[in-house]
């Protein structure tokens, strides 16, 4: 069993499936993306070549700022180019 701590302060826990995960990154669009915070583009440079190691066709993208949700066209952009989406988080 996984359990999932979400860290939006919710006084009732939401119940939240898992999504469906393919069975292999091979020839799928995997996109990158960072959110603006230092250092994430270094994390997301290993796993870039990591995933190209896979047969990903990996693209990259960048929130303009960590302090806001991705603007819409960016997440449409992401949603319809890329099959797998990563997020980088680091500090």
Do not use: N, W
């Amino acid at each position: 069993m996984t359990i999932l701590l979400d860290p939006t302060s919710e006084r009732t826990v939401a119940g939240r499936a898992l999504a469906a995960r393919p069975p292999s990154l091979k020839g799928l669009t995997v996109g990158l993306l960072d959110i603006s915070k230092p250092r994430g583009d270094v994390f997301l440079d290993q796993i870039a070549e990591r995933l190209a190691g896979e047969g990903a066709k990996v693209l990259r993208f960048a929130k303009p700022t960590y302090t806001k949700p991705a603007p819409v066209d960016l997440r449409h952009e992401i949603g319809t180019t890329c099959k797998v989406l990563i997020e980088a988080l680091a500090d």
